[in-house]
């Protein structure tokens, strides 16, 4: 057996040269022998997945509007059933309470389920080989989009290179060797791999898709039925640079060239007989010039990419393989190379996976090979879609972020009928499991239909982007009318206990259900949950803030008088978070409700995280109650988490000032729940005892929220912020000893830069105020020194010497220099 030494020297001889400037991406060293562990490029709509292979390439092609099995229904008039169930709750019967909407909703012959997202393709690429490979190795650049598999065949060197384009709206293989006339091999494009039709159980099935594949001349067409929306299919274009090449009905062989160039086009939800023309004509505009399209490209790819950036690993700044890193991660902690790479990634794959005026990412992001993805892939507006976007805003990715909002925004007619027919109320209700075809609610769960505070949790980001942004004409056009919505919603709702008080019922909270209340089916004898409650922490939560960020928003332009009272009046009437008998915030503000903290949901802690309420300064005593409450789910709840849940508690430790917890939750995740090209999985894939134990097919449900969790914990590590305060490296673990980060927007209205070392005790911080801010600034540590470019804008603080009172007009720049005790 080789030593651990003679192994890693092994792996660094590996490493790939990229020249002496440091390139954001990652390398392996071996293909990937499935969908799940191939390398992805895209651009919001199209996505690619390339696996590597030197003889046998495979690449999936996937199209974000492409859904299937899906059933929309008319949602029955339920209002006169919510007195029914808010009775059932106040006299204890909770087991009736639970399963009275189900009930009644089949009753009236209700009738529907969400889409599912299928792949698109597969192109299917042969280049043949005269020797064994060597010096193999496939890499992902963040900072362009371009997947790049090498090899040497004897002493040819070959290179295939892909990315998917922003501009042109297509794919762009460069097949490619350093010896003239050595490119041979054949391509064609096929129907995804249908081994990969398989039902959570494992069982296969017929996805039922009609399809073929015809090749002539340079062009080879793909055309396939059987979408919700119809038709799909693509093109690719073959042009061989000198060579010959031939069609044979179904596939194009390509001979001696020096480069050959596949030119990919696609089509969604339409007529192949009216989209193929169009196709094809798309790619013969091109000249089939990689380069130039590569240039297009990479430009507007790199300024999204380094619109905000990070430093962690500052001595070591080699492109170590993925391979020697998760094997490093299985014996260690996470290390700081390791940590910058995925906050890099989870970065890159937003921006791959969601643009302006196209679906926001879905759970996979646009990447799936499976024709029954885990949870069809959809929309998980619990938390999951939340995490997908927590990143946005603070890491600058504000066309990302757009996504989101222009697709919540075109489904507001079907929220507002959503709330009229389920609840008898005015403004929105958003259903917690969506597919992009429609927003008409469509399942009857307990946990699903009576989880009321979607929208009230997405309203918060139409806020936020006003906070990070100081875009006005967002906050008067945008974010106060779906706040609105949000509020007449809640005033409806809510109804008030005998002390004035407001009550949440029917209440949810997120997919959890109290320690001591179970249901025991009479018929079958079977132990269920009961998934209906009373006041909920977190619907109070999302309520308060949803109220307190209208009032400020309102007050800001000058809007909304009338209603600005009513709202005050609501948040009054909001009844006290509640602390239990073990020091942990409560769940449940019913006393009927125990705790249960083996569960993978951390909900109940939605004022200190995602939400700004409960901070250190605001109110000590309940800060100490969320750090309980959050321990108790890390040391009994261990086994009950997954992949997204820890990077959420690591999220909440950032939020506690606690950096060695956080990175301890991410170190847990690195450990269990990463694949071999970094994507995250729902739970750990090798059954090693933490996390849920579920097997979706053929492994652990793949689903990357927690690949866009990890880089919001670490921003909130490095420098959180609300709306009056930002901490700079709140949450700053010892292994992170030196770093630096730019562009990072803040709630304050200034954007922030900074560069630390520990060892010297020394930080540097520069402020750029997006728009006039006034907010306290939470210092690293005790100072000795304090330098600034604008002594005028900085003040003593009421919080005490650690502190500083910050005051900038929209476009100052403020610099500290930091000298720590």
Partial sequence: MLKKTTIWALFSACVVSHGAEYRHGMTMIKPSAQWREALPSGNGEIGALVYGSVNEERVLFNHNKLWYMGKVDEVPDMSAELPVVRDLLLKGNYSEANGHYKKKLLEKGFSARNAVYHPAFDMLVTTDTDRMFEDYSRTLDFETGEVEVQWRDGETRFSRRLFVSIPDHLSAMSISADRAGAVNGDVTLDIHDLNDAIEQSGKSFDPGFTYRTVADGDFIEFHADGSDGGEFGGAVRVVCKNGTMEADGKSIRFSNADEVVLLVGFFANEEGATAMPRVKKQLAAHAGDYGKLFDRHHPLHRAKFNSMGLRLNMADRQDTPNERLLLDAYQNPASPELVEKLFNYGRYLLISSSRAGGYPAGLQGIWNGDYRPPWSGLYGINENLQMTYWQALPGNMQESMMAFYDYFDSHLDEFRYN?????????????????????????????????????????????????????????????????????????????????????????????????????????????????????????????????????????????????????????????????????????????????????????????????????????????????????????????????????????????????????????????????????TYHNDWRKMGVTLPITWGRTAPFQMDANFGIPAAVMEMLCGSTADMLRLLPALPASWPAGEFHGLLTRTGASASAQWDMAKKEVELTLLAKRNATFSLKLPGEILRLECSRPQAVGASKYGEQYREISLKKGDDLKLKIKLK
Avoid at 507 to 531: F, H, L, W
Avoid at 540 to 548: L, R
């Fill in 419 to 679: 709330a009229k027919q389920l609840w008898g109320c005015r403004g929105i209700y958003i259903p917690p499991f969506m597919s992009p075809d429609s927003g008409v609610m469509r399942h009857t769960a307990p946990h699903v239909v009576y989880w009321t505070d979607a929208a009230g949790w997405l309203a918060s980001f139409y806020y936020d982007y006003y906070l990070f942004t100081g875009d006005e004409k967002f906050l008067r056009e945008r974010a106060i009318p779906f706040m609105k919505e949000v509020a007449l919603f809640y005033e409806d709702y809510i109804v008030k206990d005998a002390n004035g008080k407001n009550m949440f019922l029917p209440s949810q909270s997120p997919e959890n259900q109290p320690a001591d209340k179970m249901i025991t089916d009479p018929k079958t004898g079977r132990v269920g949950k009961i998934k209906v409650q009373i006041n909920s922490t977190i619907a109070v939560a999302i309520a308060k803030e949803v109220f307190g960020n209208l009032v400020e928003a309102c007050e800001a332009v000058g809007v909304e008088q009338g209603g600005v009272k009513r709202w005050k009046q609501m948040i009054a009437d909001m009844p006290d978070y509640q602390v239990n008998e073990e020091g942990a915030l409560k769940e449940w503000m019913h006393p009927d409700f125990k705790d249960n903290y083996e569960h993978r949901h951390q909900s109940h802690l939605y004022p200190l995280f995602p939400g700004q309420e409960i901070t250190a300064e605001s109110d000590p005593a309940l800060y100490d109650a969320c750090r309980v409450a959050i321990e108790k789910r890390l040391v009994i709840g261990l086994k009950s988490q997954t992949g997204w849940s820890l990077a959420h508690m690591a999220n909440v430790y950032a939020r506690l000032g606690d950096g060695e917890k956080a990175l301890e939750a991410l170190n847990i995740l690195s450990r269990c729940c990463l694949g071999q090209n970094l994507f």
